[in-house]
C-alpha cells in the first residue's frame, strides 16, 4: 500500500463510486460504513502510514459523494408526467453530436435550450440533452439531412417520448443506458420539413468539434475509395474506430471467437501512433523536449478523432502521462500510469464505472501489468519471443474471462488460439498498412492503394480463419446471469493462483542453484579429512508442505465450485418456466423444462413494408429481433442449445428472428405446419437450416412429443389432411388457418398456445376434442390469445370450451392493427380470465415446481390473480 500509494488512492476511489451501482439507500450507506471501517482496521493491523490512511478515507468519501451528487442532479426539466408525452411538441437547441444518416433514418444528440409543449402554450426555457430520430420521407431528405452539423441551431416538431426500456427481463434497458448520459427524452420528427435550421453563431469548442467530425468523415471516405472490396467498414473500424458501417454478420463471427477488441482503439493503437509521432520528431531533427511535447498534444486530437471510447480515452491518457513524466525522468511502472488514468477519467465522469467497456479496459491491462511477467517465467518454452505472445494471449484471455461471461454470456474454447494466431498478425501488419494507406492515400490516392491491397490481402486472410473457426459451434461454451460476487470471486482466485505460482517459481530456482553448487566438484564441506558434497535442503518442512498442498488444494475445490456455480448445471434445477417474451407485435415463447431442455416456439420478427423503389431506406445495421434480443436474452439464460424450435406459420411476425437463432443457437430440430410460404424472410431460413443439417418435421394432430418426464407437447391442429400425405409440401400464402395448436403439460399444469389460428380453425379443434371423448368442457392454466387478440380469433365457444385460469396477450404497445379487440378484452372480461399483456406487462413468466405449484410474475406489477403465487 505504501509503496504504491497512487494505486491504493485509486482503488478507493473506485470502490467509492461503485457503491451506488451495487447498493442502494441503506444498504449503500452500510457498505460505505463498512468500507470505512475496514479502512481503519488494515492501518492499525499492518502500521500504514497515517497520513496515506487519511488520504484513502477522503477519496473513498468524495467519490462516493461525487456519485451521489450526479445522481441526484440527473434529473429532466420535463416531469415524466407532463400533458406532452405523446403529442407534438416544438423543440429548439443546437446539435451537440455528429449527425448520423443512416437509410431513412437520421439520428443525433439535440441540446435543447427551449420547449414548446403545445401552439398555443407559452415557450419553456430547458437544458436536457435530447435524442432526435426524423425519419425520412423521400430519398431527396437525406441531402438535406447530410448538411446538418454538430453546432447548428434548429427548431424541431415532433412526438415526445421516453426512450423504450428492456421489455424483457435482463433485457437491454436503452432507456437506463441513456439515463446514464443524462438523457431522458427522445423526439420523433417525420421528415426534414419538420425540422428548420437557424442560423446563430456557433461557439468555439462545438467548431473544433465540428472540424474533427469532418476530418473524421474525410477518413471515412478516403477508406471507402481505397478498400472496394468490402472491407472498408472493418478498416475503417480498425483503423480509425469508426463502426458504423462494419457488416454485422462479420461482427458477430469476430464476437464469437473475442476478437471484437481488434476492432477496439486502445493501447496498441495508440502505441504505434506514438511510435510514428517520435519517429517523425526524429526525422524532423527536433530535440527530444520537442518532440515529447509534439506527441502528448497531438493525443487528444487522436482520441477525439477515434471516437473517446473509454479504452481510447485510457490509453492516451496512460501515453500522455508516460511521455510527460519521460520528458521529466520521472517515469513510474504502468501501474502507476493505470491508476492516474483511471483516478482522472472517474473524477471526470464517476458514472464510466458502469461502462463495461472501461471495466474491461482497465482490468485487462491490469491483469497484463501485474501478472504477464510470472505467467511468462513459468510457461516451459524456450524461445523468449513465444514465452511473451503466448503469456499476455493467456493473461489477457483469463482475466477477461469472468466479465465476458458476466456480460455476454459465451466464450468460445477457440478463442484463445485465434487471438494468439490472428491479434498479432492484424496488429502488426494489417493495422500498419492501414495507417499507411491514410496517409499516402491523402497526399495522392494511387500512393495509398498500394498499402491498401496488401491489407486486402491481409484482411482475406483474418476472415477466412475467423468464418472457418466459428464455425464449430460445439465448442462455444455459454455462461447464464450469475450474481457480481461470482466475478469478484473470480478475481481474487486469480491472485491466489499468482502468489502460488511466484512460489512455486521460487522454489524452482532455488533447486536449481542448489543443483548447480552441487555439481560443481570444487564446492564441498570439510569434516576433517572426509569431504561431502553441498546436498539440497528444501526451504519448506514436511509441515510447511502439508499446508501448501492443502492450500492448493483448497484453490482448486473452490475454483471448481466456481466454475459449476458459473455455468449453472440444469440438474441444479429441476424446476419449468413458460416464458412469454415480449416481442412487440408478434409471438416467441420460450419452455424450460424441468430437466433443463428448451423449446423456442415462434421468433417474433418486423413485417416490412417497404415497396418496390425504396431500397434507399435499407440501413446499414436495420433492428432485427433475433439478432437484437432474443439471441443475447436465450444465452443470458443459459440456452446453450434448443431441443426443438417450432414455427406455427411462417408469416414475418412469428418467425423474422427464426434465422438469427439458427445461425447463432444449436437448434435439434424444427417443427413447422408442414407448408411454406413464398417469401425472401422464410426461404433465407429454411436455407440455412438445410444447410446446417437441422431436420424438420411437418406437425400434425394428433401428434404428441413427451419432451422428458416433466413435459409434454400435444398437437392439436392442424388436421393431419391438412398437411398432404405425399412428400411434396404446399405452398401457402394464407398461413394463419393453418398455425399448429399446441396444448403443452409442464407437470400436470396445461398451457395452451395457438398461434394466428381464427374462428374456423378454433370451430374445427373444438369439435376435434369432443368427437375423441374429450369434455364438454376443459379447465386449461394458461391460454395464449390467438392473432394477439384479434376480434377474429378467442371467439366465445373456444373461450366456453377452454375455460382458461388467465389469458396471455402478445401485441406491441400502441400497434397498429388495435390488437387486443375490444371485443376480445370483454369476452375475457366475462368469462373472469385473469389478462396479462406483453405491451402493457413486459415479459410474462411462469415457473412451475416438480410438485405442480405455479407462480407467475412479470416485468411491470400490473395484474393480480389470488389463485396464482406471484414469483
Excluded at 420535463?78 to 429548439?92: D, K
Excluded at 447464464?480 to 512455486?504: D, E, F, H, N
Aim: charged fraction near 20%; proline fraction near 4%.
Amino acid at each position: 500500500m505504501e509503496r504504491r500509494p497512487l494505486v491504493a488512492v485509486t482503488c478507493c476511489w473506485v470502490m467509492g463510486v461503485s457503491i451506488l451501482s451495487l447498493f442502494q439507500g441503506l444498504d449503500a450507506a452500510l457498505a460505505m460504513v463498512s468500507l470505512l471501517l475496514l479502512l481503519v482496521g488494515t492501518g492499525l493491523l499492518y502500521t500504514v502510514n497515517w497520513k496515506l490512511l487519511l488520504v484513502c478515507v477522503l477519496a473513498l468519501l468524495l467519490s462516493s459523494g461525487e456519485r451521489l451528487w450526479i445522481e441526484r442532479g440527473n434529473i429532466s426539466d420535463i416531469p415524466a408526467n407532463e400533458a406532452a408525452i405523446g403529442n407534438e411538441v416544438t423543440l429548439r437547441g443546437y446539435i451537440s453530436s455528429d449527425v448520423e444518416v443512416d437509410g431513412d433514418l437520421v439520428m443525433f444528440r439535440l441540446k435543447a435550450q427551449e420547449i414548446q409543449l403545445s401552439q398555443t402554450a407559452p415557450k419553456q426555457s430547458m437544458s436536457d440533452t435530447v435524442v432526435i430520430r426524423v425519419k425520412l420521407a423521400e430519398e431527396s431528405e437525406q441531402q438535406t439531412a447530410n448538411m446538418w452539423k454538430r453546432g447548428d441551431t434548429v427548431q424541431l416538431k415532433g412526438e415526445m417520448k421516453q426512450p423504450g426500456d428492456a421489455g424483457n427481463f435482463g433485457a437491454f434497458d436503452y432507456r437506463s443506458y441513456l439515463k446514464k448520459q443524462g438523457i431522458h427524452w427522445q423526439l420523433n420528427v417525420k421528415g426534414t420539413n419538420s425540422v428548420t435550421h437557424i442560423q446563430e453563431k456557433i461557439d468555439l469548442r462545438m467548431k473544433c468539434l465540428r472540424v474533427l467530425d469532418d476530418f473524421r468523415r474525410a477518413i471515412g471516405a478516403l477508406m471507402d475509395r481505397m478498400y472496394p472490396h468490402g472491407d472498408s467498414g472493418y478498416m475503417k473500424g480498425l483503423v480509425v474506430g469508426i463502426r458504423s458501417d462494419l457488416n454485422p454478420e462479420q461482427f458477430d463471427d469476430f464476437a464469437r471467437l473475442g476478437l471484437t477488441h481488434v476492432l477496439a482503439i486502445s493501447g496498441l493503437h495508440v502505441g504505434v501512433i506514438v511510435f510514428l509521432l517520435l519517429q517523425f520528431g526524429a526525422w524532423m531533427r527536433l530535440t527530444r523536449e520537442r518532440t515529447l511535447d509534439m506527441t502528448i498534444a497531438l493525443m487528444p486530437i487522436y482520441m477525439m478523432i477515434t471516437g473517446a471510447s473509454p479504452s481510447a480515452v485510457r490509453a492516451c491518457l496512460m501515453a500522455m502521462l508516460a511521455l510527460w513524466l519521460a520528458r521529466r525522468h520521472a517515469l513510474k511502472d504502468g501501474l502507476h500510469l493505470l491508476s492516474a488514468a483511471a483516478l482522472l477519467m472517474l473524477i471526470w465522469n464517476p458514472s464510466l464505472i458502469a461502462d463495461v467497456s472501461f471495466q474491461l479496459s482497465f482490468i485487462v491491462t491490469a491483469g497484463l501489468l501485474l501478472f504477464v511477467p510470472t505467467v511468462t517465467e513459468s510457461l516451459p518454452f524456450r524461445w523468449k519471443w513465444l514465452r511473451g505472445a503466448i503469456a499476455v494471449t493467456l493473461t489477457a484471455q483469463v482475466v477477461s474471462f469472468p466479465l465476458t461471461a458476466y456480460y455476454f454470456h459465451s466464450v468460445h474454447l477457440l478463442s484463445l488460439p485465434a487471438n494468439l494466431l490472428l491479434v498479432p498478425f492484424i496488429s502488426f501488419i494489417v493495422m500498419p498498412l492501414g495507417m499507411a494507406s491514410i496517409a499516402m492515400g491523402a497526399i495522392w490516392l494511387p500512393l495509398g492503394i498500394i498499402p491498401a491491397k496488401l491489407a486486402t490481402m491481409g484482411n482475406h486472410f483474418t476472415f477466412a480463419i475467423v468464418e472457418r473457426l466459428s464455425r464449430f459451434e460445439e465448442l462455444r461454451t455459454v455462461w447464464p446471469q450469475t450474481s457480481l460476487l461470482w466475478v469478484i470471486i473470480a478475481y481474487m482466485l486469480m491472485g491466489a493462483g499468482i502468489v502460488l505460482l511466484k512460489r512455486r517459481i521460487v522454489e524452482k530456482k532455488d533447486r536449481e542453484w542448489w543443483i548447480s553448487q552441487s555439481a560443481d566438484a570444487s564446492l564441498t564441506i570439510g569434516l576433517g579429512e572426509m569431504t561431502a558434497p553441498l546436498v539440497y535442503v528444501p526451504a519448506q518442512s514436511d509441515e510447511n508442505k502439508r499446508k501448501s498442498r492443502i492450500l492448493k488444494l483448497s484453490i482448486a475445490v473452490i475454483g471448481l465450485g466456481w466454475l459449476i456455480w458459473g455455468y449453472q448445471l440444469a440438474i441444479l434445477d429441476r424446476s419449468a418456466t413458460v416464458s412469454f417474451i415480449n416481442v412487440g407485435q408478434g409471438d416467441c415463447i420460450l419452455i424450460r423444462t424441468g430437466k433443463g431442455k428448451h423449446i423456442l416456439i415462434d421468433t417474433g420478427g418486423t413485417i416490412n413494408f417497404r415497396k418496390p423503389g425504396e431500397e434507399w431506406r435499407e440501413r446499414r445495421d436495420p433492428y432485427e429481433i433475433g439478432r437484437k434480443l432474443l439471441v443475447p436474452l436465450l444465452l443470458k439464460r443459459g440456452v446453450r442449445d434448443l431441443d426443438a424450435l417450432v414455427l406455427t406459420h411462417l408469416d414475418a411476425d412469428h418467425m423474422g428472428g427464426a434465422r438469427a437463432v439458427i445461425d447463432q443457437i444449436p437448434v435439434r430440430a424444427i417443427l413447422f405446419n408442414g407448408t411454406v410460404k413464398d417469401a425472401p424472410a422464410s426461404n433465407n431460413m429454411f436455407q440455412l437450416a438445410l444447410d446446417k443439417g437441422i431436420p424438420f418435421y411437418a406437425v400434425h394432430a394428433p401428434m404428441e412429443w413427451e419432451v422428458d418426464q416433466s413435459t409434454t407437447l400435444s398437437a392439436l391442429y392442424p388436421a393431419e389432411d391438412l398437411t398432404g400425405e405425399s412428400d411434396m409440401i404446399k405452398v401457402s400464402s394464407d398461413q394463419n388457418e393453418r398455425s399448429i395448436v399446441l396444448l403443452i403439460t409442464i407437470y400436470e399444469r396445461l398451457f395452451l398456445l395457438p398461434g394466428d389460428l381464427e374462428s374456423k380453425g378454433e370451430q374445427a379443434v373444438v369439435e376435434a376434442q369432443i368427437n375423441a371423448g374429450e369434455t364438454m368442457q376443459r379447465h386449461i392454466d394458461v391460454l395464449k390469445a390467438g392473432h394477439h387478440g384479434s376480434k377474429t380469433s378467442t371467439t366465445q365457444a373456444w373461450l366456453n370450451y377452454w375455460q382458461p385460469q388467465e389469458t396471455v396477450i402478445s401485441a406491441g404497445l400502441n400497434n397498429l392493427y388495435g390488437h387486443p379487440h375490444p371485443t376480445v378484452m370483454q369476452r375475457l372480461f366475462a368469462l373472469g380470465s385473469a389478462i396479462l399483456r406483453t405491451d402493457l406487462d413486459g415479459e410474462i413468466q411462469y415457473r412451475i415446481s416438480a410438485d405442480g405449484t405455479m407462480a407467475r410474475r412479470t416485468l411491470y406489477s400490473r395484474v393480480e390473480n389470488k389463485d396464482v403465487r406471484v414469483w
